[in-house]
């Protein structure tokens, strides 16, 4: 059973503008459906349940284009989103994420990752408009 997803997206903004916002983990909030504030060191994740504060880490490289995020929570489980930002000639960029299976029993695995793919989608649109605007 494939456990994770793999989404881009063209943006019209150079490697370094959209490295500038996606590595900024308090822009999270402003074009994921996950967070309800982050900043350098925690964020409020939003579930199903409510909100969980969690540990996050933003872990970026400008040289080599990616941005992943390793977030802790209370219980000490850690889960982890990975993304890269590539140069498309000129004053645009693709943006890739990798989107891994969320901790949930293996019966629920396939509908959980078909709705956050959805998600997903949605998401990398949001941001395609803020940085285009």
């Known amino acids: 059973m494939k456990n994770f997803d793999v989404q881009s997206i063209g943006l019209t903004v150079s490697a370094d503008a959209a490295f500038d ?3 900024q983990p308090a822009n999270l909030p402003k074009w994921t459906n996950a ?3 982050a900043d350098d060191k925690t964020a409020d994740l939003v579930t199903p349940n409510g909100e969980v ?3 996050l880490q933003t872990v970026a490289s400008r040289a080599a284009g990616n941005v992943d995020w390793l977030m802790t929570f209370p219980d000490g489980s850690v889960a982890a989103a990975y993304s890269r930002i590539t140069p498309n000639g000129a004053g ?3 943006y890739s994420f990798v989107l891994m299976a969320p901790p949930v029993p293996l019966e629920a695995l396939e509908g959980a ?3 956050q793919k ?3 989608a949605t998401e990398l649109e949001k941001l395609k408009g803020i940085l285009a605007a």
Do not use: K, N, V
């Open 113 to 115: 990752l078909e709705a």
């Open 92 to 94: 645009e960029s693709i």
């Open 21 to 23: 916002y996606i590595s």
């Open 118 to 120: 959805g998600i997903l």
């Open 53 to 55: 504060p969690i540990t």
């Open 35 to 37: 967070f309800s504030r």
